[in-house]
């Protein structure tokens, strides 16, 4: 005689404990892909996000050592490198020695570099609106607070 066998019944898997959708870091980064998608739309000058910021710190600091530049934007050491080498092969930074300090070279915008900064600077700023446009005022002065804790 041939047994029937019954149809198993599917079993739900238990929820995992992680869940990537849920993580700060996976959230965090695609809100920057978000952003970075808009800046590259908008900026209306050819630089990178990274380039982007020595450039506006310069223009709001004036000159600086390259390494305090990279502390100012969060960039190692090698990356503020690169950074500056590339914007002063365009034309947009230059070095000169420090006067205080003959072993420190300073870094600063040339009148290009400070142009451009000038020129981008407003779409930054409807960057960055546009970015937090989900958000209600409250919201986003919460966003920015809240962010500034975990820096």
């Given at each position: 005689m041939a047994r029937s066998v019954s149809p198993k019944r599917a079993v739900k898997p238990a929820r995992p404990s992680y869940i990537l959708d849920d993580q700060i870091g996976f959230i965090l980064r695609q809100v920057w892909q978000r952003h970075a998608t808009i800046f590259a739309r908008?900026?209306?000058?050819?630089?990178?996000?990274?380039q982007w910021a020595a450039v506006s710190k310069l223009a709001e600091t004036g000159p600086c050592s390259q390494n305090l530049l990279g502390r100012h934007t969060a960039m190692d050491?090698?990356?503020?490198k690169g950074v500056i080498d590339r914007?002063?092969?365009r034309g947009l930074t230059e070095t000169s020695p420090?006067?205080?300090d003959g072993r420190r070279?300073?870094?600063s915008l040339t009148r290009a570099g400070q142009q451009l900064a000038e020129k981008a600077a407003p779409n930054?700023?409807?960057i960055s609106r546009e970015t937090l446009a989900p958000l209600d005022a409250r919201e986003r002065e919460t966003l920015i607070?809240?962010?500034d804790r975990l820096r």
């Open positions: 908008e900026i209306g000058i050819n630089l990178t996000p990274t050491v090698a990356t503020i914007l002063t092969a420090d006067p205080e070279l300073l870094v930054a700023i409807a607070a809240l962010l």
